[in-house]
């Protein structure tokens, strides 16, 4: 069964920590893409990726870098990790329409 | 300005009919989705429209009016495992030049005995 999965589950960090949050898909899609959720918020895009070895960013971008080493994993990486980064963080795949994506099951991260 | 807006809450009765509304000004438009996302779980597609229109898939079905930059998604019959949170996104054009989705806050649904 096509599935994006995530890890870790939970993480809890401290300020000015580095964290590297993984997804991995086996969907076959193109697209990959990070979002947060902050309690009672919609979800942000952070980054995104169309293609291995290349990423794009989102409309949050700062604070955060994202690596796609292959077509099945990207990965979001905070260098820094700062208080106002705790939130839940999706993963997600879509093929090239977008219309469509398929979430992870979401990293909670905690930093304090 | 910009953006997609969603109500926060919305209450109905199990057996009857739920209308969640999503209003939208986006730069560019190239479709917009529903999702539903329960407590502490991932959003899940339900549907996506581009045309105007009703586009009814049973149990949950779409509303779309571009020229309003209105949408609903309707749900008949309901359940109490219809209580989650629903997500309006908008395809929209980003400064980079490719398409990507916007998301309304959610409107968080209970459905009432």
């Known amino acids: 069964e096509a599935a994006v999965t995530q890890s870790p589950r939970s993480k809890v960090a401290v300020t000015g920590g580095k964290v590297t949050l993984s997804c991995h898909q086996t969907n076959n899609h193109d697209y990959m893409y990070w979002y947060r959720q902050d309690t009672g918020h919609g979800l942000r895009l952070i980054h995104y990726?169309?293609?291995?070895?290349?990423?794009e960013k989102g409309d949050i971008p700062d604070g955060y870098k994202a690596s796609r080493p292959s077509q099945e994993n990207f990965s979001l990486i905070l260098e820094l990790a700062s208080l106002s980064q705790t939130a839940v963080y999706f993963c997600a795949s879509s093929d090239l329409g977008g219309d469509e994506q398929y979430f992870g099951p979401g990293t909670r991260l905690t930093v304090l | 300005g910009q953006g997609v807006e969603q109500p926060d809450n919305l209450m109905s009765v199990e057996g009857t009919f739920a209308r969640v509304n999503c209003t939208y000004s986006?730069?560019?438009?190239?479709?917009l989705s529903w999702y539903q996302q329960r407590e502490g779980h991932a959003p899940v597609f339900l549907s996506y429209v581009v045309l105007d229109g009703l586009k009814d898939s049973g149990h949950f079905s779409t509303f779309l009016s571009r020229s309003n930059g209105y949408s609903y998604l309707l749900l008949t019959e309901l359940q109490i495992k219809d209580s989650a949170s629903y997500l309006c996104?908008?395809?929209?054009?980003?400064?980079?030049?490719?398409?990507?989705?916007?998301f309304g806050s959610g409107t968080q649904l209970t459905v009432m005995p």
């Open positions: 996104a908008v395809r929209d054009l980003a400064s980079s030049g490719s398409w990507q989705l916007i």
């Open positions: 986006t730069s560019g438009f190239n479709g």
């Open positions: 990726s169309y293609v291995a070895d290349s990423t």
